[in-house]
């Protein structure tokens, strides 16, 4: 497709059908609405199924049935409905069930406001359901980004056979830009294990299953769920990384205020202060790696969040104590502002505070 | 080159399409374009605003606190956003729903009498095109050319007859500057 101006919301929407989702089920939500409007209104027309359920945990089981049965399946929320969907969420991994899920993040806690806000890190990147498990989970910085994001995590979900999480701010749902967003491409189903109905011709009974009450059983589950989270965690590591190798601070930031960050960048060039950024895209696997590349001489790392800090406890795991670790946020839906960003930049490089 | 520019008004106004008029036509003429509107719990009536970037490099922050111009389409607007005007920077006033004077000296203010050059050209809801206009031959941020091909592509079918009059809405936007 040609590159057009589209909303984050329209992007992903636009890329799940083009990445041949074959259902989209879900609860309308400020600031992800535009999403499930525009599923509602383009999936039929690829004879997809859209189907709008009476509540986010009912999608999440929907979901969850559509996943087992073979389909290639996508749910979108905002923040409160993720929370809801977090059930589902755990037995799809335990099922080992491929969907994805979108959250397009907003103020909290409870039910909050419906400005963009990053509160849901802990509850995207750390398992938010009950048992052991984590998924990967993928941020978005640009709309770009978001349909690019979207079409891969159908092929890890699938890959992996485990629920791929695209974490964008209300922010990222709502603005727009230029997004070429990827030819359509028909969804051919290749998942032997489904429950797809094949059972007589392939002559054994598929089973979808999220419980397993013997111990033994349940251990070498959990074994190989840990063990794809290993290979995801060496194979899809994503990051943008800049200026870090002479920087005198760094500074760590995900989606929308990753890019108020790159305007203190060019403030800080600007006044000959070495600053750099990095810039996870993928949350889980949070990018470790990006941390060795920093200057051994670099004086602060600083996590820039809409958050009151919680990809920070990621970062300080990634430095170990090499460097301290400064924290720069806002909560309520409140914009990150680069000149106050720059302002904790010299205050932290100059040594006041 | 490096243009941010904030449009705020009344719902209803046209106010983000104007926004979205300024990125379609940088989009078009090959720059890099943000469109970020405000979006909160708002009340019919209330005011509503966007952002827009347009850019030859890489656009950072969307969302904008400050602009290097203003289209302030109401009054609440002009009390909320001339602050937001970088010194040396532009303000778009319609002066047609706004009978206040601006009390900054340091940018450069323009005062639009939108809604009436649209009245007489026939097109009573295109005040939001008249400023428009004059904002483009202000700054250069994008040309007229783009502006009237992107209404000529806007509009087609059925609406294909309100090209003209928002083409004519505009050029008097541009000639009253």
């Known amino acids: 497709m040609a590159k057009k101006l589209m909303k984050g919301n329209e992007a992903i929407a636009q890329a799940a059908i083009n990445a041949g989702a074959t259902h989209f089920f879900g609860y309308p939500i400020t600031p992800q609405s535009e999403l499930i409007e525009f599923m509602a209104r383009e999936m039929p027309k690829v004879g997809a199924c859209f189907l709008q359920a009476e509540s986010e945990v009912a999608a999440s089981y929907m979901v969850y049935g559509a996943a087992g049965a073979g389909a290639r399946v996508i749910t979108s929320t905002s923040s409160p409905g993720l929370a809801l969907k977090q059930e589902g969420l755990t037995y799809m991994v335990s099922a080992e069930l491929p969907a994805v899920i979108v959250n397009i993040s907003r103020g909290g806690p409870g039910l909050g406001n419906i400005l963009p806000q990053q509160g849901d890190y802990f509850m995207c990147t750390r398992g938010g359901g009950n048992g052991d498990y984590y998924h990967p989970c993928f941020a978005p910085a640009s709309v770009q980004e978001c349909a690019d994001l979207i079409v891969e995590a159908f092929d890890i979900a699938d890959e992996y056979r485990m629920p791929v999480l695209v974490l964008g701010d209300g922010m990222i749902g709502q603005m727009m830009e230029p997004v070429e967003i990827p030819e359509y491409k028909k969804y051919v189903p290749n998942k032997p294990w489904a429950a797809d109905g094949n059972h007589i011709a392939r002559g054994v009974h598929n089973r979808i299953n999220a419980m397993d009450l013997a111990a033994d059983v349940l251990e070498a589950k959990n074994n190989k769920i840990q063990a794809k989270l290993k290979e995801i965690s060496e194979k899809y590591v994503k990051y943008e990384s800049i200026d870090v190798e002479d920087a005198d601070l760094v500074l760590v930031a995900y989606g929308t205020p990753s890019r108020a960050c790159k305007n203190v960048l060019k403030k800080a060039k600007e006044e000959g202060l070495k600053v750099g950024l990095i810039r996870p895209i993928s949350l889980y696997p949070f990018p470790k790696v990006a941390f060795d590349k920093i200057n051994p001489k670099c004086k602060a790392i600083l996590a820039v969040e809409q958050s009151c800090g919680q990809m920070i406890e990621d970062v300080r795991l990634s430095v170990l104590g090499k460097y301290p670790v400064e924290f720069f946020g806002r909560t309520g839906g409140n914009p990150i502002i680069p000149e106050q960003v720059f302002e904790k930049v010299k205050n932290i490089l100059g040594g006041t505070k | ?177």
């Open chain 2, 1 to 177: 080159m490096l243009e941010q520019v904030i449009v705020a008004g009344f719902g209803g106004q046209g106010v983000l399409r104007v926004g979205q008029m300024i990125a379609y036509a940088g989009f078009s003429e090959g720059k890099e374009v943000t469109w970020a509107p405000s979006y909160g719990p708002e009340m019919r009536g209330g005011t509503a605003n966007c952002s827009v970037v347009v850019s030859d490099s890489e656009i950072g922050s969307a969302q904008l606190l400050e602009a290097d111009s203003v289209i302030a389409m109401n009054l609440p607007s002009l009390h909320k956003f001339e602050s937001a005007v970088l010194k040396g920077g532009k303000l778009f006033i319609n002066s047609s729903v706004i009978k206040e004077k601006a009390t900054r000296t340091d940018i450069s203010v323009y005062y639009i009498d939108a809604n009436t050059v649209a009245e007489k050209i026939g097109n009573a809801k295109g005040g939001n095109m008249v400023i428009l206009g004059a904002y483009a031959k202000v700054t250069g941020t994008v040309s007229l050319d783009s502006l009237y091909e992107l209404v000529k592509k806007t509009f087609t079918g059925d609406k294909a007859k309100f090209v003209d009059s928002n083409i004519a809405c505009i050029k008097a936007g541009a000639e009253l500057v």
